[in-house]
């Protein structure tokens, strides 16, 4: 599914149709309540579940490619875990590129096909929701600029579950570019003062490539476009028009026309995410260059006690 979320999910305070449809959302809930849950496989390899309670774009996949070259640098084996979905391609590859990954569409059988090689540890990519796995360590991930939304379950709300569930978690990363944290952490102790807060800022790889006295139109399929577009404009960029599009999202031939054209008439070069290029590459689409970025851990020590 190509989510864009609704723009009334993003505002702080619920309005009229968050509320219209939050009897839905609570009946959904509560028929997740009732749902029998499966019987939990506790596996011999470590697993390290990170995912998310808030829907899509909160540096899930930056965070578990940062695990794992923790994990390298350890001298411990270790492997991406990921449930097969068709329009996430983008991630798929992404995860190659630095490591082993096994794909299933079910996460049980990709770990135990993870366990016969010999891996040491599992990085599982989402899957906190996934009742039918007894995780080693499980990590919640948020974006500083995206947060709650509007606090409400889908779909009167971007989250998976209640925010009060983080009373459940032991480790939460904030990911983005370092706004409003004091206030963030404040929110997520008074719902668990025991959790562990772990920060992730984004840091762009290759920003040798790009003359940043050059105007610029920026686009991106991603969850988190807002906080694309900030750590750019805190990299000098002039950003004088930018595109969003759904995450994962499926470009077709007038999306290119339409991008390209617009460039022309703003006389601006063009600009994109490392995700969206994936998608992109085999298309018509000349010159397209991309932001490399990843996710700088601070207080990385920590962690990776944490963890280890």
Known sequence: MNLKKPRFWEIKKPNFLAYLLLPIAVLIQFLSLLKSSPK?????IKTICIGNIYIGGTGKTSLSIEVKNILEKKSIKSCFIKKYYSNQKDEQILLKNHGELFLSK?????????????????????????KSVEYDTKIVCFNNINWIGNGFTIPAGPLREKISNLKNYENVFINGNLQNLEQLKKEILNINPNIQIYIGKYMPENLDEFNIEDNYLAF???????TFISMMEECGFK???????????DYKDEDIKKIINLAKELDCKIVTTEKDFL??????????????????????????????
């Open 40 to 44: 939990k496989t506790k596996f011999k």
């Open 106 to 130: 079910k996460r049980f059988n990709a770990i135990t096909e993870a366990e016969k090689k010999g891996f040491e540890v599992a990085i599982l990519d989402d899957g906190l929701q996934d």
């Open 220 to 226: 991106s399929g991603i969850g988190n476009h807002g």
């Open 239 to 249: 950003i004088l028009k930018d595109l969003e599009f759904a995450d994962h999202y």
């Open 279 to 308: 998608r992109l590459k085999d298309m018509n689409f000349n010159n397209l260059k991309f932001i490399k970025s990843k996710l700088n851990i601070l207080e990385k020590e920590k962690f990776i006690e944490s963890i280890i």
